[in-house]
T-cell receptor, first 118, second 115 residues
Framework: GAVVSQHPSRVICKSGTSVKIECRSL??????MFWYRQFPKQSLMLMAT?????????EQGVEKDKFLINHASLTLSTLTVTSAHPEDSSFYIC??????????????FGNGTRLTVT | SQQGEEDPQALSIQEGENATMNCSYK?????LQWYRQNSGRGLVHLIL?????REKHSGRLRVTLDTSKKSSSLLITASRAADTASYFC???????????????FGTGTLLAVQP
């Protein structure tokens, strides 16, 4: 089955530093990847849609300069949390759609990254 | 704002019993999907039902969709302790955006199956 690898699974960083999270589709190509954020015991909130070779599309209220997204290839998207603050601590999850399965096909998710900012 | 709301927020049952979760959404959809999330992990796709379908089965899962009421239900029959997880509905909105069609997730139901 389609596998999405997300790395790192856990990261602790100090306030003011930046953290990069990688999302890779291992056995399929994904022109589009989606980044979600999840607070404890809550649902997933879509942050942005990552488009290969072009700029990401951010949801309302998500700071573009805070959450930098790069989708440099058909199998890799990265999310960089810049100048992290404790309120950025959260569970970040990426997902990707196999472009060969159609536009409305299910998403394949990474295992998430637990970010803790101290 | 989130597209879907789920009911109940939490459900505790005994092994062997059936579990039913409901999802309501607000706007027209192309399809509705159900996902499962084990604690601290990513989501796993369970089943997809299109807007022109009313019922779908997959193993012990049964999903219904009522577009007139903008609601869906997920039934897990003969539950097992391993079914313990959070379950989310997600709606795919009809759009002309092609590959960028995004999923909007509901609030989720936390299911606990007691052995």
């Amino acid at each position: 089955g389609a596998v999405v690898s997300q790395h790192p699974s856990r990261v602790i960083c100090k306030s003011g530093t930046s953290v990069k999270i990688e999302c890779r589709s291992l056995d399929f190509q994904a022109t589009t990847m989606f980044w979600y954020r999840q607070f404890p015991k809550q649902s997933l909130m879509l942050m942005a849609t990552s488009n290969e070779g072009s700029k990401a599309t951010y949801e309302q209220g998500v700071e573009k300069d805070k959450f930098l997204i790069n989708h440099a290839s058909l199998t890799l998207s990265t999310l960089t949390v810049t100048s992290a603050h404790p309120e950025d601590s959260s569970f970040y999850i990426c997902s990707a759609r196999d472009q060969g399965q159609g536009w409305y096909s299910p998403l394949h998710f990474g295992n998430g990254t637990r970010l803790t900012v101290t | 704002s989130q597209q879907g709301e789920e009911d109940p927020q939490a459900l505790s049952i005994q092994e062997g019993e059936n579990a039913t979760m409901n999802c309501s959404y607000k706007t027209s959809i192309n399809n509705l999907q159900w996902y499962r999330q084990n604690s601290g992990r990513g989501l796993v796709h369970l089943i997809l039902i299109r807007s022109n379908e009313r019922e779908k089965h997959s193993g012990r899962l049964r999903v219904t969709l009522d577009t007139s009421k903008k609601s869906s239900s997920l039934l897990i029959t003969a539950s097992r302790a391993a079914d313990t997880a959070s379950y989310f509905c997600a709606t795919a909105l009809p759009s002309y955006g092609g590959a960028t069609n995004k999923l909007i997730f509901g609030t989720g139901t936390l299911l606990a199956v007691q052995p």
